[in-house]
């Protein structure tokens, strides 16, 4: 496949000097980048990613984002909520995470303009024969329509082979960490 230009979801919890050096670094190299905040307490990513020009996600609390302004909301694979009108009663963009197909359906009804499909690498939150790997990750994604996005145990090791999948986007965590 084409080496394509990929959207990048960092995963904060907290902000420190490491990661706000890794952010600027790739922000630098012209790469799309957008915070995911997985605290909701963390009023200071939030003014971090408004400084920097950064489009913020909230995980799953609506009132929380739009009264913070951020761009959109990150829909872990525990929001099952289906009468989702997020999208229609405000401007947030969705996004969401799934692990199989029956999530995705979910995430398609709560109408995620992205969705995320983990583990399709090693990390240590699960199990070796939980991991889907290239094959399996294109497999499952072969007749979804959305914006697809690989996340789980992404490293700069393994970072060449999301080019042999079918996302437009990855999500990352410890690569921002380390």
């Keep these: 496949m084409k080496n394509i230009k990929l959207d990048y979801y960092i995963f904060v919890e907290e902000l420190n000097e490491k990661i706000i050096k890794n ?20 009023l200071i990513i939030s003014k971090f990613a408004k400084k920097e020009g950064i489009p913020l996600f909230f995980t799953d609390n ?15 694979n525990k929001y099952k909520i289906l009468k989702n009108n997020i999208k229609k009663s405000t401007k947030l963009e969705v996004i969401g995470s799934a692990h199989n197909q029956y999530e ?54 393994n970072l060449k082979l999301i080019n042999l999948t079918r996302c437009n986007s990855i999500g990352i965590k410890s690569l921002i960490n380390n």
Aim: hydrophobic letters at 40%; proline letters at 1%.
């Design 23 to 42: 952010i600027k670094n790739l922000k630098k190299q012209k790469l799309r980048i957008n915070i995911v905040i997985l605290d909701k307490n963390s």
């Design 62 to 76: 609506v009132k929380f984002a739009i009264k913070n302004k951020a761009h959109g909301i990150f829909l872990t």
């Design 104 to 157: 995705y359906y979910i995430k398609k009804r709560q109408n995620c303009t992205t969705i995320m499909l983990s583990p399709i690498f090693y990390n240590k939150k699960y199990s070796s024969n939980k991991i889907l790997g290239v094959t399996r990750f294109n497999l499952i994604t072969l007749n979804w329509k959305n914006n697809i996005c690989a996340l789980g145990g992404i490293t700069s090791k």
